[in-house]
């Protein structure tokens, strides 16, 4: 593979980023992760509106214009003939002697990013649907902004395959939050699209968002309110949605199965609109 690391091109295998790198040691550092599906990708404005926020909201600098990300993105597409996938983009507060305080003005941000493969839309799960296991949400309180910290969503879902699901959806107070790395959203008993307000306890999934447009525009009901695991275990239908997931639908949580334990109706349309609609306008 070739990829992107400050400035430069090059196999993956002579890429180097500095050992004191603050996303290396911090963890302060955040990410875009854009699907890419017949060569051309999904949602980048949105992508990029979302890194400009979480830069801000951490008070990072990142000199190079949404246009020149736009290139480096497609020019690494293009170098790795990526026809259906990811390309996965990084931003670091840069390297500087380790130290909790930031370092001073003017440390350039390192800046990686990189391709992979993956099948997206002809995707086994979609047919066979998600089993999901719930657990705490221990992450920390800003998971609106989109830090490399996931090291939790990490040790959930080892967790959750542990207990024989695929993935884990996170509960705090009660309510789901989001999935370990996708947004949660269930059908109730009025046929009702449900998903969790935005806040600073989840991601403002991308996925998300056009769904909700797409349903509405479909004339599907969206309400955007929390939810309990005792009322999704009882909902129609569940599913999940991310740029690489798309929509993926889920047939158990904690051992109950949801619905008649099949892929639901909402699910499978959501996710054919969704297709459709990407198709038609990936850039
Ligand atoms: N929630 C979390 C915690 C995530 O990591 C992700 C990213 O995949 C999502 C939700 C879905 O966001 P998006 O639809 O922008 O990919």
Not at 72 to 85: C, P, T, V, Y
Request: hydrophobic share 40%; proline share 4%; net charge negative.
């Amino acid at each position: 593979r070739t990829v992107y690391v400050n400035g430069h091109f090059v196999p993956e295998n002579e890429a180097e980023i500095s050992v004191f790198d603050r996303g290396f040691l911090f963890a302060d550092a955040i990410y875009e992760v854009t699907a890419v599906l017949n060569g051309r990708m999904v949602g980048f404005d949105g992508h990029m509106a979302r890194l400009r926020r979480s830069l801000r909201e951490l008070e990072m600098g990142l000199p190079t214009s949404d246009q020149r990300l736009r290139e480096i993105h497609l020019e690494l597409i293009d170098k790795n003939a990526l026809q259906e996938g990811l390309v996965y983009m990084q931003v670091s507060r840069g390297a500087a002697d380790r130290d909790f305080a930031y370092p001073a003005p003017g440390t350039p941000a390192s800046l990686v990013m990189f391709t992979q493969e993956k099948s997206i839309i002809d995707s086994p799960v979609a047919e066979r649907g998600l089993k999901i296991a719930s657990l705490p949400d221990m992450r920390w309180s800003r998971r609106d902004i989109k830090t490399v910290q996931l090291l939790y969503p990490s040790m959930a879902k080892m967790e959750a395959k542990k207990r024989g699901a695929d993935d884990a959806w996170l509960v705090e107070s009660g309510l789901v939050t989001e999935g370990t790395s996708s947004n949660a959203w269930i059908v109730d008993n009025d046929n009702t699209l449900v998903t969790r307000e935005l806040s600073r306890a989840l991601l403002h999934g991308i996925t998300r968002a056009t769904v909700m447009a797409l349903a509405n525009s479909h004339d599907m009901k969206v309400e955007e309110r929390g939810f309990t695991i005792k009322e999704a275990q009882n909902a129609r239908e569940a599913f999940v949605t991310s740029s690489t997931a798309l929509v993926h639908p889920v047939v158990a949580i904690d051992e109950r199965p949801v619905g008649d334990g099949t892929p639901g109706p909402f699910a499978r349309e959501l996710r054919r609109l969704y297709i459709e609609a990407s198709l038609n306008s990936a850039d």
